[in-house]
């Protein structure tokens, strides 16, 4: 079946150092992939998101790229900040089945 | 817009008690799903409604979890009796269309069971 791999958290790093948050993904067909953020006592919600291979998805100033052939979409950031604390999703969905979600990986930036 | 909103945040019952948990999605969404976080692990997908109707209830674990959504507005999720490894954060997500239109969730309930 479907699956989503995260790197494991928690992710810890100063205000204004570089994000990498890495994602890679096992689908049949084309699936469309999502980065979801939870921030501390909310809910989730949509980060990006790239609907096929190539395309890039950014908001926030986060970026993220849809790469086919590593069947990956790494989450990055060029400058964090503490606003930025909080625990990211990478999901899939796949046409006639349900979104899949990683296990989530948790980020604290420190002053 | 309102967003989807789940009731009640928090729910702390013993084991073999009942819990109930409600979802109201966003107005105008017919589709509506509801999904499970134990201890930390992956977001897990228990059931899927299209209006009033079960889409998908591949996800949901054992006959103790009954989902309801009548007239195809809010719905239920009823565990009964609920267990131990019941534990973890439900949430709930709407969207307009089921082809990979992003998810809308709501803050999700925390439910422990002791």
């Known amino acids: 079946g479907n699956s989503v791999t995260q790197m494991e958290g928690p992710v810890t790093l100063s205000e204004e150092a570089f994000l990498t948050i890495n994602c890679t993904y096992t689908a049949t067909g084309y699936p469309s992939l999502f980065w979801y953020v939870q921030y501390p006592g909310e809910g989730l919600q949509l980060l990006l998101k790239a609907t096929k291979a190539d395309d890039k998805g950014s908001n926030k100033g986060f970026e993220a790229t849809y790469r086919k052939e590593t069947t990956s979409f790494h989450l990055e950031k060029g400058s964090v900040q503490v606003s930025d604390s909080a625990v990211y999703f990478c999901?899939?969905?796949?046409?006639?089945?349900?979104?899949?979600f990683g296990p989530g990986t948790r980020l604290s930036v420190l002053p | 817009e309102a967003g989807v909103t789940q009731f009640p945040s928090h729910s702390v019952i013993e084991k073999g008690q009942t819990v109930t948990l409600r979802c109201d999605p966003i107005s105008g969404h017919d589709n509506l799903y509801w999904y499970r976080r134990v201890m930390g692990k992956e977001i897990k997908f228990l059931l899927h409604?299209?209006?009033?109707?079960?889409?998908?209830e591949s996800g949901m674990p054992n006959n103790r979890f009954l989902a309801e959504r009548t007239g195809g507005t809010y719905s239920t999720l009823k565990v009964q009796p609920a267990e131990l490894e019941d534990s973890g954060v439900y949430f709930c997500?709407?969207?307009?269309?089921?082809?990979?239109?992003?998810?809308?969730f709501g803050n999700g309930t925390r439910l422990t069971v002791t």
């Open positions: 409604f299209v209006k009033e109707s079960k889409q998908d």
């Open positions: 997500a709407s969207s307009q269309e089921s082809s990979g239109s992003p998810l809308h």
């Open positions: 999901a899939l969905f796949a046409y006639g089945q349900n979104f899949v």
